[in-house]
């Protein structure tokens, strides 16, 4: 899989728009005004075609990335090689869902009197789907935030960054007390289990975004 940026103008935007929805292409980003960057990943059977595409109508681009693959067998190889079930969290890997939910259920041991734990059912592959319940008191008069993450399976930013506002929000609580007397926090790090498990065991299909289900 490569990765091209392109610098499009209006009517060449519209004829690289005609791929966003093609098997084999990824648009990572989309520019909001002329001018501004679009990124897509192709991948190795789509790209022989899309270049003829290119050249034919003169959209350039540049390169950005030559084998997205040995990103990820990087990433994979630095999750493999670190401990699991860690005793506290980090952010220097993505965690998959088990060990999410290990974070979660070692935070309401931990931290009584902020955290409780709710299960809102079981995913088609029966994975457990848990919001953690962030609140200092209130007797539920209090505003509700609610988060969720992990929608899109290969989006694994997402569900990190749930992780973090969790993190920052009861183990960090100390200096962020204002938040959690404030509202109520109910916050999912992984809406899409199935599809975010998915992912991280089936690398070469990085252009699933969720996982669907049919007769074959």
Do not use: C
């Amino acid at each position: 899989y490569k990765v091209l940026r392109f610098n499009p103008t209006g009517d060449q935007l519209k004829l690289l728009k005609h791929f966003s929805n093609s098997p084999g292409f990824d648009f990572w980003n989309e520019p909001r005004r002329y001018g501004g960057n679009l990124d897509i990943m192709v991948s190795p059977a789509q790209l022989p075609f899309f270049l003829t595409y290119l050249k034919q109508n003169s959209i350039s681009f540049t390169v950005l990335n030559e084998n997205v693959q040995t990103l990820i067998d990087a990433e994979i190889k630095h999750q493999e090689a670190t401990p699991k079930a860690p005793r506290a969290i980090s952010f220097d890997r993505y965690y998959r869902h088990s060990e999410i939910n290990a974070y979660l259920e070692e935070l309401a041991e931990k931290f009584r009197d902020l955290v409780t734990l709710e299960s809102i059912g079981r995913s088609y592959e029966d994975r457990d789907m848990v919001v953690i319940k962030i609140s200092s008191g209130g007797n539920g008069t209090r505003p509700v935030v609610l988060v969720d993450g992990g929608i899109h399976a290969r989006e694994w930013i997402a569900p990190a960054m749930t992780l973090y506002i969790i993190n920052q929000l009861v183990e960090n609580n100390t200096a962020n007390g204002a938040l959690t007397d404030a509202v109520d926090w109910y916050i999912l790090p992984v809406l899409n289990p199935d599809g975010y498990e998915f992912s991280h065991t089936n690398v070469s299909e990085i252009y699933i975004h969720t996982l669907n289900l049919n007769d074959s």
